[in-house]
């Protein structure tokens, strides 16, 4: 693999569209905005010009319809690829996804599946307020026959949109926008990172951060910082939800003894809970101090600038439950 160049979060996912529908036909575009580049952050940009109002389909505000056509080409044999971006606004779709593409391949008995991408984008900060500011991954990774990917920067990104759209399986690729002007160095090449495997952003021996999406930036924040203080901490990158690399945090807390879980959503019933359960399932024994939760607080989003500071996960609130149990 090249070393690559450094690109943005957006325009990594950019160059995977346009090097996934140069390679092969059957893969097109739709959902509200693709015609608009700044409305999906540079993400469809020059997407038209190439290709053509026929594999990159700008559509009606008609979510249910829109994700059903994407659902069916599939089917078809087509590879859709259908953008919601916002996040919240997939919910009028659940028919779609939840009902017809999840439970296809079982219904067929294998003899067919609906190859379909679900791509939704979280919005959220700038007083934008409950109905645009809502991370629901949770929801949709509680689903049988659904895949959740969240890629927390632009090499994952790629990779795992590319995976997401090359599997046979319908995945739901959950993005944060603000991740979107994130810069890391990407290889010009198509590769695939595989769905379901986690990374050790960093190995250490006293606790086990896992994270994933935007929040493991802000867990990166807190490594230099507990380091100072002489805390050791091995912080993981879930990159996919749904199915998460369990053996990953295993290994990792049957290490440490002790785990947090970073999670950029509400603490009822979330994938926090989901691992947490996990852990205690396999590992009681081994743990030295009960399991800690980040998440934000069972209310809707603020709209007030001053509540929104205190309602989302920053460095800080994680560096405060990390020393609570160190």
Not at 55 to 78: F, H, L, Y
Request: hydrophobic share 45%; charged share 20%; with cysteine.
């Amino acid at each position: 693999m090249s070393t690559g160049r450094k690109l943005s979060y957006s325009l990594a996912i950019n160059e995977a569209l346009k090097q996934l529908m140069e390679i092969d036909k059957s893969v097109f575009i739709l959902g509200q905005g693709v015609k608009s580049p700044w409305y999906v952050g540079n993400t469809c940009r020059d997407l038209i010009e190439l290709y053509g109002e026929d594999r990159v389909i700008d559509t009606p505000i008609s979510e249910n319809a829109m994700t059903g056509a994407a659902v069916g080409a599939s089917i078809a044999g087509m590879k859709a690829i259908i953008i919601h971006p916002r996040l919240d606004f997939a919910l009028y779709a659940f028919d779609p996804i939840i009902n017809q593409a999840a439970n296809w391949s079982y219904m067929s008995g294998g003899r067919s599946s609906a190859p379909v991408v679900f791509w939704m984008v979280i919005n959220r900060g700038g007083e934008q307020a409950a109905q645009h500011s809502q991370a629901l991954h949770s929801i949709f990774a509680h689903i049988p026959g659904l895949k959740v990917v969240a890629p927390s920067n632009a090499y994952d990104a790629k990779g795992l949109f590319i995976a997401a759209v090359n599997d046979k399986n319908p995945v739901v690729f959950i993005d944060d926008r603000w991740l979107y002007n994130r810069e890391c160095i990407v290889p010009e090449e198509m590769y695939e990172i595989p769905i379901g495997k986690g990374k050790i952003i960093k190995e250490g021996n006293d606790m086990t951060v896992v994270s994933s999406s935007f929040l493991v930036s802000e867990s990166e924040k807190c490594l230099s910082i507990l380091s100072s203080e002489g805390i050791d901490i091995e912080l993981i990158d879930l990159r996919t939800l749904k199915p998460f690399d369990e053996d990953l945090i295993i290994k990792s807390v049957k290490k440490t003894g002790k785990l947090i879980i970073v999670d950029g959503s509400w603490k009822t019933n979330s994938i926090s809970a989901e691992i947490a359960a996990s852990v205690y399932e396999k590992l009681f024994g081994y743990l030295k101090a009960p399991i800690q939760r980040v998440n934000l607080p069972d209310t809707p989003a603020p709209a007030s600038r001053s509540l929104e500071s205190v309602y989302y996960i920053t460095a800080e609130t994680i560096i405060n439950a990390i020393k609570k149990i160190v």
